[in-house]
Nanobody, 124 residues
Framework: QVQLVESGGGLVQAGGSLRLSCAAT????????MGWFRQAPGKEREFVAA????????RHADSVKGRFTISRDNAKNTVYLQMNSLKPEDTAVYYC?????????????????WGQGTQVTVSA
């Protein structure tokens, strides 16, 4: 089993940057593909980015492409989401998720484990 703990959220002005981290417990982190999702008030949870278990392949949602970057450090059992050029519409609770698979997954139903979420608020 994997436990995930996100950190790094906060309040930032539009155009600013944040880096989210997701620390995983367990010695098999490198066996898991990882993803970031977000959920704004009154909206469904949506895919943001995902990364294969090796880190060699990534995928980003069109809405964040060119602004956000997912990465991972398997030695540190951590996955990151670097968020630049933030916009008010990026405001949401951000969740990291894990699935025991080689390749990244794009839908929330494919993931087995979830963190508790971290709030990101972007002011205009």
């Amino acid at each position: 089993q994997v436990q995930l703990v996100e950190s790094g959220g906060g309040l930032v002005q539009a155009g600013g940057s944040l880096r989210l981290s997701c620390a995983a417990t367990g010695r098999t982190f490198s066996s898991y593909a990882m993803g970031w999702f977000r959920q704004a008030p009154g909206k469904e949870r949506e895919f943001v980015a995902a990364i294969s278990r090796s880190g060699g392949t990534t995928r980003h949602a069109d809405s964040v492409k060119g602004r956000f970057t997912i990465s991972r450090d398997n030695a540190k059992n951590t996955v990151y989401l670097q968020m630049n050029s933030l916009k008010p519409e990026d405001t949401a609770v951000y969740y990291c998720a894990a699935v025991r698979a080689s390749y990244y997954q794009l839908t929330s139903l494919d993931y087995e484990y979830w963190g508790q979420g971290t709030q990101v608020t972007v002011s205009a």
